[in-house]
């Protein structure tokens, strides 16, 4: 069976080759902006269009070596959920990809060696605060929380922004808990 890694590099691999217009988020993110943690998937934003999906995304996921089943995707893009996992070929792990249409915020970086995109530090909070405030049984916000309070903590973002951004979603009271809870700590320990 194949590492986690082994998809990450193929999926990475395929999309840049391809010049697939792509960010990765999720816990992958999460990672790069705040503390490594253990995911069983690979989560990305791809821009998607008409005329790319054919021509460039779905021969680059085949390429990728996921299974690919374009009826999933042209439910999803009719339902407006906009969201497909796809399950890898050769290993347990999956790649959930999440289409856009509107112009992507992303940083530049690496991954395992590979030059890849991630989703702005500021855009992975504010997703993840409407995934904490959209979650029940609560206790299952946990590694979202987490995400949060480690993306605030080690990377620098513009917290104003993601303020009246969060005040907007309705995710204002979420925000400012954890980051009472950040100063809370950082008084405890600092």
């Known amino acids: 069976m194949e590492a986690f890694e ?6 990475v691999n395929a999309l840049n080759g391809a ?23 690979v989560d990305i934003i791809v821009k998607v269009s008409a005329k790319n999906l054919h021509s ?14 374009e009826e999933k995707i042209k439910v999803a893009l009719r339902s407006g959920y906009n969201v497909v996992s ?22 530049p970086g690496s ?12 855009d992975l909070i504010l ?6 405030k959209a979650t029940v049984p609560k206790d299952r916000t946990l590694k979202d929380v987490d995400d949060i309070k480690t993306v605030l903590r080690f990377s620098e973002v513009d917290v104003e922004a993601v303020k009246r951004e969060a005040l907007k979603n309705s995710t204002l009271p979420i925000l400012e808990k954890i980051i009472g ?4 700590l950082d008084k405890q320990y600092f």
């Open 127 to 132: 997703a993840k605060l409407r995934m904490v």
């Open 56 to 69: 460039r995304l779905l021969p680059a996921l085949k390429l990728a070596g996921l299974k690919v089943e």
């Open 181 to 184: 809870e950040l100063d809370s």
């Open 86 to 107: 796809f399950e890898d070929s050769i290993s347990p792990f999956t790649v959930d990809v999440i289409f856009f249409r509107k112009t992507l915020r992303k940083r």
């Open 19 to 41: 010049k697939v217009e792509y960010l990765l988020t999720g816990a992958l993110a999460a990672s790069h902006y705040g503390l490594p943690r253990t995911t069983a998937d």
């Open 111 to 122: 991954i395992l060696g590979l030059p890849t995109f991630y989703q702005t530090p500021e």
């Open 6 to 11: 082994g998809v990450v590099k193929r999926t």
